[in-house]
């Protein structure tokens, strides 16, 4: 079954400058980055990798950096 959804127009945004301005205002309420592009999404209809130009990139910590802020607090906490 069709998502109902999809027949039902949504404005386009295509101008960076309105993009730019309507993913900040989205973002002040939104609780991530995911939260944003659903909103987004649901709401316009846009251009993806416009809107990921905008938005922070979100690249995991390696483990090695993971594993040493985790050391740092052990040893903060024995002195």
């Not at 709401?43 to 938005?55: E, F, H, P, Q, W």
């Amino acid at each position: 079954m069709l998502n109902a959804d999809l027949v039902t127009p949504r404005p386009s945004l295509t101008h960076p400058g309105l993009l730019a301005r309507v993913v900040e205002r989205l973002g002040q309420g939104a609780d991530s980055s995911a939260e944003v592009w659903r909103r987004l999404t649901e709401t316009y209809a846009v251009d993806l990798d416009a809107v990921a130009a905008l938005l922070p990139c979100a690249e995991p910590e390696p483990l090695w950096l993971t594993a040493r802020a985790q050391s740092r607090q052990r040893g903060s906490r024995a002195r």
